[in-house]
Structure formats: C-alpha cells, structure tokens
C-alpha cells in the first residue's frame, strides 16, 4: 500500500469511527445500536492492523471519547523577533521544524493551548495579541484524526529560550529559508503570520 493509499484508508476509518460513535449515541432501535456496533469493532480490528496495535487497545481508546466525536484541537504561537524572523522547534520525533502549539487540553481555549505550548516547548511566557487563523487539517494527512488548529501572532513578554524534552533545538528562522518543515500546514500558517506581523508593526 503507498503512503497516500494508507492515508485515505486511515480517513476512511476516522469517518467510519464517527458514524458508529455519533450512531450508538443517537440510535432507539437495538438493531442500530447492533449495526453501529459492529462498525466498530471492524474499525478497531482494521485500524489496529494498520498501525500495528492490537484492536482490544484500539477499542478502549475509541470507548474514552464521549459525546459526539468531533476532530482534535488544538493552539499554536508565531512568534517573531525584530528581523521579522519566526520561532521555530526542532521536533525530536521526526527532526522537522514546526511552531510551538500542540493539543488542546480539557477546560482549556486554544489560546491558552498556544500559552502553555510555548512556555512548555520554548521557554518563553507569550501574550497572544491576534488570530492569524484557523486551519484545518484532515485525518490521514498526519495521523488517523482531523485536526482543526488555531494560530495567535503573539509576543514575548519573559522567559529565556530553551529546547524542551519535545525539541532538539529551537530558535528563529527566516521563513523561506527552513529546511524542512512539519508539514506543509505549519509552512502556510508560518507565511499567513508573517503577513499579519508586518501589517501590525507598519502600522
């Protein structure tokens, strides 16, 4: 199976995991609630052959979202220095760089996400000060859930910079001059942030 083939059938199983969750929670005849079911339990055996994980432990984890089953989210930061420069983390897992930001953690904004992240991962305290946007981002793309990801142009207010258990390092780049980034998401978010941050301190 090529890799684009792997990622539709991953988002395949997402969508079909949504139904049958969205499905068992709204569903009055015991034959649904049978159907919806069985769904599951083919996504969990499938997914779990995809990703090598035993579809048992599959299945637990899909039983621990409640509600209706919606994509992750999650809060990220631009941060730029006085040369117009961005804030960049070398992650340690795949060695790409990426905006500090990760998921949004229960009773917490977005914002509050891109706060956290960045003093977790830069060791920087942040304001943010503007939303750059709201992106989205499928599932397969990278990883089996969608993803809907908020950015903040925000600036620094204390801290000193240093590389986390996540990173191997962090510091500013010219945009156009990254080696690799994360993926291509963070490279369109990283432009749309420069754009704002150069109407705001031309103003």
Sequence with gaps: ?????????????????????????????????????????????????????????????????????????????????????????????DETWCLPGGYTEPNESPRETAVRETREETGLTVEPVDLVGIYTRASGEYGPHGLVVHVYLCAVNGGDLEVSHEGQDVRYWSIDEVPVWHNHHHAHCARDARELWGEMANR
């Design 1 to 93: 199976m090529t890799d684009d083939s792997a990622d539709e059938f991953l988002a395949l199983l997402d969508e079909l995991r949504i139904m049958a969750k969205v499905g068992l929670r709204y569903a009055d005849d015991p034959y649904d609630t049978e159907r919806y079911e069985r769904i599951l339990e083919l996504v969990s055996e499938w997914y779990g052959r995809s990703v090598d994980m035993p579809t048992r432990e599959v299945r637990d984890r899909f039983a621990d979202e409640l509600g209706y089953v919606t994509p992750k989210v999650s809060g990220d930061a631009a941060i730029f220095d006085d040369d117009g420069r961005i804030l960049l983390q070398l992650r340690a897992d």
